[in-house]
């Protein structure tokens, strides 16, 4: 393969922009929305509550001027984790929230035991029955009040769904052990264009200083850094060159040393561009996944895939998620050698994979056989590829235009093959 890719807008960032919407009783205008599943789906979640949205290629209009309902559909929340997010402003603004527990990718136990202990440090009674988070903040004001919460691990969801709360809280909060991870730090900037008070976002101490309410915005999302990371990975399992452009390097710190680590060059062009140019040779290496600045977890399945045409033995620890390693007895169909024991997985590096029929069980491991597949002899069939439209914005569409032979050779939504093949020549994908 070779060429240019353009990576799209972080996937992670606009579900929880998206929700981050409800706060504001008037119209944002959101823009590098990728094309993804995912989008759609929280979509559809606040327009069964009264969000009139409207798209315009990379543009979302969404006008939260009435938030007709406090309950979101069962149907569509129990099929994106992501959507739970909305528990915090529907609070926010309305005083009550009925949201049923989440749903999404099985790769582990994701609780949301954190985001409720966080609401009802805020003045919030919480009670889950039947599958339904119900909140509602007693008294007159129905306004939630500032508080000083501790988190027990660095959640993601738990510091996004509270920081939005707070923003329009009584008080100030203070959120320690907070996730750093430059998604949280995409959607306080968000909320302070918005007319938010938050500050230390990128820091484990985030603090929000309520406000009455929130005005309109315009607001760009941050790239897609584990696009660019799967990007990256593609180019180093094919030995291609390949130019990413809209990318944050500061973002993919972790991920460029590993690869650096194991032999690859990359060089940084400009404020917004990496490149990645072949390797003779793949070195072994250990991995072990950590919030971040460490090694992100949705880059774990990429990179075993990548280690097992490393030579020597590699270690790989996910520490993340206790479900995350599913991938490997799918890439052991295509000849790598992958021994799992718990959280770990130990890879031996092989001379080469053999396409075979494979199976993505969640978003990061079929993006990861994809990339097996692109590496190896003959051709592979995957199903699942609607696990990858979750996520990647036209994935197969952009290793096409890097002179992949890849052919979607089916659209229904449960039985989706993508079909690869290399035999040592640019790689090609066919859909």
Avoid: W
Avoid at 194 to 200: C, P, S, T
């Amino acid at each position: 393969m070779q060429g240019h890719v353009k990576v799209s807008g972080a996937k992670n960032s606009a579900l929880v922009i998206m929700a981050g919407t409800l706060l504001c009783s008037g119209d944002c205008h959101i823009r590098n929305v990728p094309l993804l599943a995912d989008v759609e789906r929280m979509g559809q979640v606040l327009s069964a509550l009264g969000i009139r949205l409207t798209r315009n290629g990379d543009t979302l209009d969404i006008n939260a001027s009435e938030i007709t309902t406090s309950k979101a559909p069962y149907e569509l929340v129990t099929q994106l984790r992501a959507s739970f997010f909305a528990i915090g402003p529907i609070l926010a603004r309305l005083g009550v929230a009925q949201m049923p527990l989440p749903g999404g990718c099985a790769i582990g136990a994701r609780p949301v035991d954190l985001h409720v202990r966080g609401l009802q440090a805020m003045g919030a009674e919480v009670q889950i029955e039947h599958g339904i988070c119900n909140a509602y903040v007693p008294g007159s004001s129905g306004r939630l009040k500032g508080a000083k919460i501790y988190l027990d691990s660095p959640s993601v969801g738990a510091t996004e769904t509270l920081m939005m709360a707070a923003t329009l809280a009584d008080g100030e909060t203070i959120i320690e052990n907070a996730a750093r991870e430059p998604e949280v730090v995409d959607l306080a900037n968000f909320c302070n264009a918005m007319g938010a008070k938050i500050q230390g976002a990128g820091t484990s101490t985030i603090t929000i200083v309520g406000v009455p309410k929130l005005h309109s915005t315009e607001y760009n999302i941050i790239p897609d850094r584990i696009e660019a990371g799967t990007f990256l990975v593609a180019g180093a399992i094919t030995r291609s060159e390949i130019t990413l452009s809209s990318v944050c390097a500061d973002h993919l710190f972790p991920v460029i040393a590993k690869l650096r680590d194991i032999g690859v060059r990359i060089i940084e062009e400009g404020s917004d561009c990496l490149r990645i140019l072949p390797a003779e040779s793949l070195k072994a290496t250990d991995i072990e996944t950590l919030p971040h600045p460490g090694f992100p977890t949705d880059m774990q399945a990429p990179f075993m895939a990548l280690l097992t045409l490393a030579e020597g033995d590699s270690l790989i620890n996910e520490s993340v998620f206790e479900n995350r390693l599913r991938h490997a007895s799918e890439l052991n169909r295509l000849g790598a050698d992958i021994r799992v024991k718990g959280n770990a997985a130990f890879v031996r590096g092989v001379p080469m994979l053999s396409g075979a029929p494979v199976i993505g069980t969640d978003l990061r491991a079929s993006a990861a056989l994809v990339l097996a597949g692109l590496a190896a002899e003959g051709k592979t069939t995957f199903q699942g590829l609607h696990h990858l439209d979750r996520g990647y914005d036209r994935f197969d569409l952009k290793l096409q235009q890097l002179g992949a032979r890849i052919l979607r050779v089916s659209e229904a939504s449960t039985n989706v093959e993508l079909a690869t093949s290399t035999n040592n020549s640019p790689a090609s994908m066919t859909t």
